[in-house]
């Protein structure tokens, strides 16, 4: 069984930067790709980002240039840089790992099969 545990959330004011982490246990990190996805208050749950076994990365529009996800297979973790955090970016953030070795970098939620339990990141304006 994987059990997968984000870190980090918190309050920040726009413009602040956030850093969070999800830790695997029961499996290793090492040949399959994880994403950050997130939901807001009556939305769907989005796709944010995503790196796959090689570090391939793949972002959502929105947060080019601002997020930056990186992996650390020896330590078994997965972590999202956010800078220049937005009003607009306050939602529940959820680490997903798939479960297809070497595969391809995905935003498609439906790859995601181990997901954590969330944490809110709240930015005020």
């Known amino acids: 069984q994987v059990h997968l545990v984000e870190s980090g959330g918190g309050l920040v004011q726009a413009g602040g930067s956030l850093r969070l982490s999800c830790a695997a246990s029961?499996?290793?990190?090492?040949?399959?790709?994880v994403g950050w996805f997130r939901q807001a208050p009556g939305t769907e749950r989005d796709f944010v980002a995503a790196?796959?076994?090689?570090?391939?990365?793949a972002y959502t529009d929105s947060v080019k240039g601002r997020f930056t996800i990186s992996r650390d297979d020896a330590k078994n973790t997965v972590n999202l840089q956010m800078n220049g955090l937005k009003p607009e970016d306050t939602a529940v953030y959820y680490c997903?790992?798939?479960?297809?070795?070497?595969?391809?970098?995905?935003?498609?939620?439906?790859?995601?099969?181990?997901w954590g339990q969330g944490t809110q990141i709240t930015v005020s304006a």
């Open positions: 790196i796959n076994w090689r570090g391939t990365t």
């Open positions: 029961g499996r290793t990190f090492r040949g399959y790709a």
């Open positions: 997903a790992a798939d479960n297809g070795v070497f595969r391809g970098v995905s935003s498609f939620r439906d790859r995601y099969v181990y």
